[in-house]
C-alpha cells in the first residue's frame, strides 16, 4: 500500500501562484511514477502532470504547459506541482496519484490521495 497526502491548496487571484505537495508513505518503492490530475465540478478528472521518480522525466497537458511544473524530491518521498500564471479554468479539486509508468491515463494509478481544493477567482 502506498499512503498518498497532498496539500498547498487554497484560493488564489487569477495570475497568481501555488505550490502543491503530495507527500507519499509506505510501499512507496513499488510505484515508480507520480502523476498530478484535476477534476472541476462536473467533470470528469483530467491529466495534468506527470514524472518518473527515477529519471524525473516529466509530460505535462497541453493545458498547462509552460505554467505549471512538476518535480520531486527523493529524500522526502514527496512530489510538487508549482502552479504559475493561473487561470479560472484552473479550478479544481487536484489530485496526487502514484503508479507504475508516468501516464495520462488515470487507469494507470493504482494509488491516490484524497485531493486538495484549487480555487482561481477573478
Known sequence: QVQLVESGGGLVQAGGSLRLSCAASGRTQSRHAMGWFRQAPGKEREFVATIHWVTAST????????????????????VYLQMNSLKLEDTAVYYCAAGNLPSPRTSDYAYWGQGTQVTVSS
Open 59 to 78: 509530460y505535462y497537458a497541453d493545458s498547462v504547459k509552460g505554467r505549471f511544473t512538476i518535480s520531486r524530491d527523493n529524500a522526502k518521498n514527496t
